[in-house]
T-cell receptor, first 117, second 116 residues
Framework: NAGVMQNPRHLVRRRGQEARLRCSPM?????VYWYRQLPEEGLKFMVY????????ESGMPKERFSAEFPKEGPSILRIQQVVRGDSAAYFC???????????????FGEGSRLTVL | AQSVTQLDSQVPVFEEAPVELRCNYS??????LFWYVQYPNQGLQLLLK??????LVKGINGFEAEFNKSQTSFHLRKPSVHISDTAEYFC??????????????FGTGTLLAVQP
């Protein structure tokens, strides 16, 4: 039973390039969350998506960052025109439900580590 | 808005000694509380969670935590640590029963450094 799969595990980009990070949730999970972990800091919420819908993007930077979770395929976090400050570990998590009856737990992938040169 | 405070950024401890990692939260609504562990260059693994019921929660690897509503705390404890427990530990909070999402708010983490 595969867990949350993220790729690539490591990504190196030069300033101004685009970074695309992919996340396949656990089987049967339709809710995806993206978090960013900066060096020496905790995890900061970025965005919460369900299939074809962005539910909560309160943690997303206003510019250059976007996320999607299409009907088919993985969720994608896209960072355009990367800058050195974007260097971080980006974690995806999934859950089977939301609202009433949920158990609250998020299942995390192993992260994608972005380095911007 | 919810928030989590982990006052100790690093806790050094000798092997086989007891340890407590502190976590305090603030919230205007009922909460679910979690402790996750992160080993180097890996993702987060759930140690334990409090949803309701008994305030003493037991988790994996011999860890336990106690929910104290009056002190808004959820401290993590282990009576005897091993070298293999060396990792970063994160406390997290989400909306409790009736909440709309599983969105977690994390503390800044505590590095547990177990020394031989």
């Amino acid at each position: 039973n595969a867990g949350v799969m993220q790729n690539p595990r490591h990504l190196v980009r030069r300033r101004g390039q685009e970074a695309r990070l992919r996340c396949s949730p656990m089987k049967g999970h339709s809710h995806v969350y993206w978090y960013r972990q900066l060096p020496e800091e905790g995890l900061k919420f970025m965005v919460y998506l369900q299939k074809e819908n962005i539910i909560d993007e309160s943690g997303m930077p206003k510019e250059r960052f976007s996320a999607e979770f299409p009907k088919e395929g993985p969720s994608i976090l896209r960072i355009q025109q990367v800058v050195r400050g974007d260097s971080a570990a980006y974690f995806c998590a999934s859950s089977p439900t939301s609202g009433g009856g949920r158990t609250g737990e998020l299942f995390f992938g192993e992260g994608s580590r972005l380095t911007v040169l | 808005a919810q928030s989590v405070t982990q006052l100790d950024s690093q806790v050094p401890v000798f092997e086989e000694a007891p340890v407590e990692l502190r976590c305090n939260y603030s919230s205007s609504v009922s909460v679910y509380l979690f402790w996750y562990v992160q080993y180097p260059n890996q993702g987060l693994q759930l140690l334990l969670k409090y949803l309701s019921g008994s305030t003493l929660v037991k988790g994996i690897n011999g860890f336990e935590a106690e929910f104290n509503k009056s002190q808004t705390s959820f401290h993590l404890r282990k009576p005897s640590v091993h070298i293999s427990d060396t990792a970063e530990y994160f406390c997290a909070v989400s909306e409790g029963y009736g909440g709309a999402t599983n969105k977690l708010i994390f503390g800044t983490g505590t590095l547990l450094a177990v020394q031989p």
